[in-house]
């Protein structure tokens, strides 16, 4: 079983929809829990990090169930530039900064 | 700041070769990750240096290996090249010292090696 899983999509989605990717993790010692963006053929970046008590950041919001060890990225009135891949990232409780990436999620907005 | 800088960006390789990725980290950081990145995958963890060290590895065979110099930077080796061994490689720099907890880690823009 993967460390993290995802969805792979393609998530095809008309300008405006909303859009949710899941993710979950099976080591139920992982510590911090974040979604990277990768555009294609670029390098992942920080979207956002993800706390159980939920967190927005303007269309964005994300959210922890550690019961469940489960990670949701909620996408709202999705752009055209939110076309990329979503990867759902775990650390675990080493006390070593080591990124767990699932597979990413494709996410395809159209006019 | 420049952030995380990787060279070259594309390397094209011939079976058994070894090729040398360079790393320098962003300004202030300490801690260096290596990951390897194949087509429609997730990055996966090669291993980490701190102070010169390597001190987290993942599950990747020893012809990866690695080196931090003083100033920070970092190499990536590979050994006797595979055809598997074709992948984007992302070096990515944090601030993991003592007291630091779960800094954020930037990546550079990774260097995309061919083995043919």
């Known amino acids: 079983r993967k460390e993290v899983e995802q969805d792979p999509g393609p998530f095809n989605v008309p300008e405006g929809a909303t859009v949710a990717f899941n993710c979950t993790y099976s080591n139920s010692a992982s510590q911090s829990f974040f979604w990277y963006r990768q555009d294609c053929r670029k390098e992942p970046k920080l979207l956002m990090s993800?706390?159980?008590s939920g967190n927005e950041d303007g269309r964005f919001t994300a959210q922890l169930n550690r019961a469940s060890q489960y990670i949701s990225l909620l996408i709202r009135d999705s752009k055209l530039s939110d076309s990329a891949t979503y990867l759902c990232?775990?650390?675990?409780?080493?006390?070593?900064?080591?990124?767990?990436f699932g597979t990413g999620t494709r996410l395809l907005v159209s006019p | 700041d420049a952030g995380v800088t990787q060279s070259p960006t594309h390397l094209i390789k011939t079976r058994g070769q070894q090729v040398t990725l360079r790393c320098s980290p962003k300004?202030?950081?300490?801690?260096v990750s290596w990951y390897q990145q194949a087509l429609g995958q997730g990055p996966q963890f090669i291993f980490q240096?701190?102070?010169?060290?390597?001190?987290q590895r993942g599950n990747f065979p020893d012809r990866f290996s690695g080196h931090q110099f003083p100033n920070y930077s970092s190499e990536l080796n590979v050994n006797a090249l595979l055809l598997g061994d074709s992948a984007l490689y992302l070096c990515?720099?944090?601030?993991?010292?003592?007291?630091?907890?779960?800094?954020?880690?930037?990546f550079g823009q990774g260097t995309r090696l061919t083995v043919v």
């Open positions: 990232v775990v650390t675990l409780n080493t006390g070593f900064q080591k990124l767990v």
């Open positions: 993800v706390y159980s």
């Open positions: 240096y701190y102070e010169e060290e390597e001190r």
């Open positions: 300004s202030g950081h300490d801690t």
């Open positions: 990515a720099s944090s601030l993991d010292g003592p007291g630091q907890v779960n800094t954020e880690a930037f």
